[in-house]
């Protein structure tokens, strides 16, 4: 039999495998971070676990912070002092920080002694941010930069060889459907961050022909936002890395719409997928 230990929103649980049999969750320790699912179900939605530090670091979009659990005893999780994200970026870069309070951290992922936050704009069509910190151990995180992404990046995540970032945006219109950015993954090289050349945007906007867009449709992927094209109405939530192939989910859609591949050119501009 094989255990492991994971946080699983605010909760720790060990995972127990036997061949051939399904397997087993055990409570370890729970310890509440905020607002219940009923009076806001972002909470804690997303976690990510540093094995150095032994901290779990979790989004809480309600507060524009990372909270902190030390998770050093998983029968008796602590809460941490937050992360603030605007204050650690301000403290950084002053007048150059670019978050602004009201921004919601939706995801983090770490790698290593990196860890990354996806922060939708306060202005939910404006474009949002991949931020960057280094990992100190059970010390206070280290702010590193801010990298621009599309509108409400909903996902980040390393590809598998530590060499890039990658953002999914949803690109959600206004209420009113006045203002309807466009869905976009955000690819970012490592090795260049705060190079603006190291930054490339990924968007659909080869779906928005109308022979495309006829194509998408008699393969069952709906287009239906009032008057929007392809490239808007295509909203990414997630992605998957196979090799050096990229795959988003886009939302509203019944398919995955498309591959983006490592190799294709355009660096620090709009491209396709």
Known sequence: MKSFAFAATAALVALSTVADSPPALTPLGTLKTGPLRGEDPRIAEINAYDPAGRRIYVVNPLNGRLDVIDASDPAAPLAGVPLDLVSECQSALGTACPLVAGGEPNSVAIQGRLLVVAVANAVRTANGHAVFFKLRGADKPLFLDAVEVG???????????????????????????????????????????????????????????????????????????????????????????????????????????????????????????
């Open 151 to 273: 509108a409400l990046p909903d996902m980040i995540t390393f590809s598998p060889d530590g060499k890039y970032v990658l953002t999914a945006n949803e690109g959600e219109p206004n209420p009113d459907y006045t203002i309807d950015p466009p869905g976009s993954v955000t690819i970012i090289e490592l090795a260049g961050v705060g190079n603006r050349k190291a930054v490339r945007q990924v968007g659909f906007h080869a779906f928005d022909t109308p022979e495309e867009r006829e194509k998408l449709r008699q393969d069952g992927v709906r287009i239906f936002g009032p008057g929007a094209a392809v490239s808007q109405d295509l909203e990414p939530e997630y992605i998957s890395i196979a090799g050096k192939r990229r795959m988003s989910r886009c939302r509203k859609t019944t398919r995955w719409p498309s591959s983006i591949s490592r190799r294709r050119p355009s660096t620090g501009s709009s491209g396709s997928a």
